[in-house]
């Protein structure tokens, strides 16, 4: 279900929700994977963008001759993936890491370490990612020779079925006493308008908010580990939430785990964390933001290319509260009694 921000398209006179039903089922067919090892350099790996070629011919003939060697060891070269997007990094990097380590680890019946090559001048965001994971890094532009690690799959689909398991692990600096629920709030690109308003309001109904570019990745998985319902706006923090485990028990029951709620630009609706909450065994429920002439335009009068660094799509949006509390209840959320005040007597001596 997603609940859309009032409007008059619904009733001429008066501003209405608009309440868009998706399909009760939705299929993701089976991903077929192989995991491929060849002793080789780095540069023979597929490349993702025009950019990245071009830096591996400049690289090629500049530094060929000095090529890190790492023969024995089992690599993973990482540098055509964005550094600096957290849930792209999970996605697109880890989950073939993790799921390689698992299966070279069975097959050589043995534990594996895999080192991820990242960029020399790579984001301290990924740094401290991997670092926290446990995942060895090797940072330099130069070529590298080694156990070059491919994983291979069809590029349209994500590995959903193994998500799951692969990051049920134990990492750095884990919390255990973090609130049950939260509120990720964003700021930059799709923040909201009335972003005060929405943490007031979740506030009163027991929220925390956090804004997860401020905090460590241990902070952030912690706090998506133990949440029980959570609000985001959506974008890449709402990728942490692949730590969560909270209907992931072995006896849990259908629909325990994580409740989750989406705030949605109305330039930037997609359903990827409704796939992603199933697999958690959880729920999940958008709200759009409210539409706007220019949003409209480029939805369905431009025939440009979706460019989701440019305005419309990487502008604020206001989200109505009314669309919010019917995302609650559609989840079932309880409302929080507040703590009573306490009365306090105050004794004189005296006349």
Known sequence: MIFAHPTCASDVFTPKVERLYLPAEEV???VPVEIEVKTKYTWNIGTKSWKWKLFERVMRVRQHNQALDYEGHFIFDAR??????IAHILENVCTNVLLAKQHLSEYLNRPVEINV???ENVSELARDLFDTLGIPTLCTNFEVYGDIVDVIHNPHYRLYGVEAELFNLEFKNYERD???RVFIARRGSRQLINNDEVIKFLAQKGFTTYYFEDLTASEKWSIARN???AVAVHGAGTGNFIFNRSGLAPQAEKESGLRIIELFSPS???HTYRQFSAILNGRWCGVRGQITPEVL???DFDSTPRDTLKSPIRDPFKVDLSTLQMALDYLEVDVVEPPKEKLVYSV???V
């Open 227 to 229: 949440a029980k319902v």
């Open 178 to 180: 973090t609130p049950d």
């Open 80 to 85: 055509y993936e964005t550094d600096k997007n």
């Open 117 to 119: 090559v990242l960029k």
């Open 28 to 30: 993701v067919p089976a």
């Open 297 to 299: 335009r480029y939805l």
């Open 268 to 270: 930037f609706t997609i």
């Open 348 to 350: 004189h001596s005296g």
